[in-house]
C-alpha cells in the first residue's frame, strides 16, 4: 500500500471555482502535513503546513487534516488562472524521523480564463 | 527571502561518468536533504543530512550515491558511475529545526545518456 495517495487528475476548473484536493495516507506516525504547488520542471514551493489534525487558513488556502480517517485536504477559493500546477502533498513523522517526506504522486490542476 | 540554490540547472553525462550536484542551503538551517523525481514520478526521498553525517537514507541511495558538506555553506551529492536510470530531476531541501518545514531548491535536471 502506498504510503500517501493522491489522485493525479488531472483537473479543470473555470476561473473563480473553489478546488478541492485530496489526499489520503496509511502510516499513523505522519504527523506533519505540508502542501507543494509545483510549476512544471520547477522545484515544488510550500503553500501550507499543518500539524496534527485541524484546519490552517492563508489567504485563498485552507488546509485541513483529518488524522482519524487519515485524510489530507487543500481548498483553493477563487481560483485564478495562476493556481494552475501541480500540487503535492506530503506528510512525515515525528519522533525519531529527520523529516523524511513522503509524497503523493500530486494532482495537475488547470484553471482556465 | 533566502532560497535554497543548486548548481548546475542542467547536467548531461555519459554513462559510467561521475556527477556532482551541488546545492546551497538556506542559511542557518540544519537539515539537509536530496530527493529526485524521474519525469511523470512522485518526489522520491533519498538521503536527510544532520549534525555532519547522515541521519537517514533510502533504498534507492546505495553505493553509488554519496553526500558531503564540505563547508559551511555547500551540501553536494555526487553519483559516483551514472546509469541511464539516474536520469531524473534532482532537489535539495533544508530546514531550520525539528518542527520545520523543507524549503526546497529549483532542482538540477540530469540526463544520462
Known amino acids: 500500500q502506498k504510503e500517501v495517495e493522491q489522485d493525479p487528475g488531472p483537473l479543470s476548473v473555470p476561473e473563480g471555482a473553489i478546488v478541492s484536493l485530496n489526499c489520503t495516507y496509511s502510516n499513523s506516525a505522519f504527523q506533519y502535513f505540508m502542501w507543494y504547488r509545483q510549476y512544471s520542471r520547477k522545484g515544488p514551493e510550500l503553500l501550507m503546513y499543518?500539524?496534527?489534525?485541524g484546519n490552517k487558513e492563508d489567504g485563498r488556502f485552507t488546509a485541513q487534516v483529518d488524522k482519524s480517517s487519515k485524510y489530507i485536504s487543500l481548498f483553493i477559493r477563487d481560483s485564478q488562472p495562476s493556481d494552475s500546477a501541480t500540487y503535492l502533498c506530503?506528510?512525515?513523522?515525528?519522533?525519531?524521523?529527520?523529516?523524511?517526506?513522503?509524497f503523493g504522486q500530486g494532482t495537475i490542476l488547470t484553471v482556465h480564463p | 527571502e533566502p532560497e535554497v540554490t543548486q548548481t548546475p540547472s542542467h547536467q548531461v553525462t555519459q554513462m559510467g561518468q561521475e556527477v556532482i550536484l551541488r546545492c546551497v542551503p538556506i542559511s542557518n538551517h540544519l537539515y539537509f536533504y536530496w530527493y529526485r523525481q524521474i519525469l511523470g514520478q512522485k518526489v522520491e526521498f533519498l538521503v536527510s543530512?544532520?549534525?555532519?553525517?547522515?541521519?537517514?537514507k533510502s533504498e534507492i541511495f546505495d553505493d553509488q550515491f554519496s553526500v558531503e558538506r564540505p563547508d559551511g555553506s555547500n551540501f553536494t551529492l555526487k553519483i559516483r558511475s551514472t546509469k541511464l536510470e539516474d536520469s531524473a530531476m534532482y532537489f535539495c531541501a533544508s530546514r531550520g529545526g525539528w518542527a520545520e518545514t523543507q524549503y526546497f531548491g529549483p532542482g538540477t535536471r540530469l540526463l544520462v545518456l
Open positions: 543530512f544532520y549534525n555532519n553525517e547522515i541521519s537517514e
Open positions: 506530503a506528510s512525515y513523522a515525528g519522533g525519531t524521523s529527520y523529516g523524511k517526506l513522503t
Open positions: 499543518t500539524y496534527s489534525s
